[in-house]
């Protein structure tokens, strides 16, 4: 394996340009001391915000201020941070503005409780005789659909308290889950022992041998079987926190609660959950083709993870992973394009691996900075289908920051990840388009089925598991280890019923999952995938004006609701449409992977 550069011996051409941010130690050390003085402006002002309408002007423009240079300097210093973790300085500037925002937060404390104070009506007079105000009306909406839930100074302080005391099984289950976990080795066929990792787990499910993949997945699941009452008693204590929360602000359900903060009804969550019931089906038949292609005498759930194809491995460089992926987005039309590369030209791109550099890939920025993307890019497919999905965020938050002000640039992850996904998805077929052999064409029409079942179906069960944890928690029923693991083998049996043997560690994998510490999340990347592919669709049918309604749905930033953004491009979730249209599209992929399986012949034809 080739050594890693150091960070001082990368190319400035591969290199992100973080200048644009902050030029030097004297602007950052100004900005702090901005921020401090805007602080105790805002201090200053506690019990007179809403005195008159030039209060509230003075306010809005002093917060927005704050909050704009807290945003710079916050995201400066983790980019910093990341490119090179062994840096001590970059280090100490992270944890002083940890400290900074984190006193900036405390002292801000009684504002929310300040607004509720008075009623939207009484300052409706003000927004809308106002032109400066005017445009923040939306804002305002937002804030008092709150107030029924907000309680008093001294209540919500309390509160803010109690969750930091709360936060306790979250961060002992990373540290159980990562810094303690100790997997121990796996005999592997050719009689070589390997250290079994949180990190290598992925490649062992992947292994060609099945037989390694079965010692891997016992081995795997024989920690959690041994720190089961561990494990449980925190995911218990997650779910009491949540029911605090939701009793002491009144919310219906825990469920509603974690909704309420982006304006989705629960309604949107149970018709996922119902609609991907209704077509599990299409992958219970999918695994079922696999297991029949894999030709081995018993299909087990660590088998479903294995590639049925592989392809040799082509190694793209900087510049064709580019020009390929431009191809591909070729039918979002010239004005994307555009916005694509200039995100290269503006050396926004920290393109490669070196040493004590933050792994994986992430696209980050704030509305006074270029939009920045992290990568490890070592020139295999994964690595240009992560260019194409980190670009996909990059160019949607440009296109926001661009139509938007600051009140209504940031959007919620339930539109992010559709954006990242479309680019993905385009990817993924213009790859299919050009394949010059069966065996490529099989080999991607599996990688996208293969993100369906961990995308839809996978996130959807989880979905469903915290509901029904939630629920049996309101409802004051025992959450103990036999009771999460056996929802959860239930599920499934459920989700994959007869088309594989559905091994008893499974039912520990809960254990393993750590977005059931931010409870209501992972539903998002299931409607995520299924807008995408509705849109994708729509692109590639050439439907009349439909990517002048995407790029609308990119400049919406949050200047609507989400789900009313997501009606730009024709998607309600609230019905059956999109479900319909999507498992229609997955449908069609499954069918054209059987008709090329049953056409027998040389894959290399």
Known sequence: ME??????????????????MIKNQEEYEQKIQEVKELNQKIVGMKGHILDNKESLKDF????????????LLYIYVYLKFDEDT??????????????????????????????????????????????????????????????????????ERIITKALNAFGTPDDAFTSLDTT??????????????ETLTQYNWQMFLENPSQNNRRRAFHTFYKFYQQHKNTFAALLKGNYQELEFLRDIRGYESALAMALDKICVSPKVYDNLIKNVHKYMDINIEYQKVKAKFLNNK?????????????????????????KIVKEALKPLKEEYLKKFQSIFDSHS???????????????????????????NFNGTYDAVSTLAHELGHAVHSTYSKENNSFEYYSYDIFVAEIASTVNETLLSFYFLKNAKTKKEKMYFLCEFLDK????????????????????????KESLTEEEFSNTYYELNQEYFKDSVIIDPEIRYEWMRISHFYSPFYVYKYATGLISAICIVKD???????????????????????????????????????????????????????????????????
């Open 180 to 193: 303690d976990a100790v997997f121990g080795t796996v005999l592997l066929d050719d009689g070589t022992k």
């Open 60 to 71: 809005l423009k002093t917060s927005e201020k704050e909050t704009r240079l807290s945003e």
């Open 3 to 20: 050594k890693l550069k150091k960070r001082s011996e990368q190319n400035k051409n591969d290199c992100w340009d973080l200048t644009m």
């Open 349 to 375: 791109v920290d393109f490669y691996p070196n040493e004590y550099k933050h792994n994986g890939a992430y696209h980050w920025g704030c509305y006074d900075s270029p939009s920045y993307v992290l990568l």
């Open 86 to 155: 062994s840096n001590s300085s970059s280090l100490s500037h992270k944890l002083e503005i940890e400290q900074l925002l984190n006193t900036v937060s405390d002292n801000e404390s009684f504002i929310v409780s300040e607004f509720m104070q008075k009623d939207l009506k009484d300052l409706l007079p003000w927004i809308e005789s106002d032109e400066f105000l005017r445009p923040y009306k939306l804002s305002f909406e937002r804030l008092y659909r709150q107030k029924k839930y907000i309680l008093s100074e001294k209540e």
């Open 298 to 322: 018993e299909y087990h759930l660590y088998d479903t993870y294995v590639p049925i194809i592989e392809l040799e491995q082509k190694e793209f460089t900087k510049d064709e992973a580019i």
């Open 452 to 475: 369906v079942k961990a995308t839809i179906y996978r996130q959807t069960m989880f979905a469903e598991f915290e509901s029904i944890m939630s629920k049996k928690c309101q409802n």
């Open 539 to 605: 692109i590639m049918d050439e439907k009349e004006g439909f990517v002048e309604k995407y790029i609308a749905f990119l400049k919406s930033g949050c200047n609507k609701d989400v789900l009313d953004i997501l009606k730009i491009v024709d998607i309600d979730l609230t019905t059956n449409a999109p479900f319909e249209k999507a498992f229609s599209f997955i449908t069609e992929c499954l069918n054209e992977l059987k008709e090329i399986i049953n056409e027998g012949g040389e894959l290399n034809e």
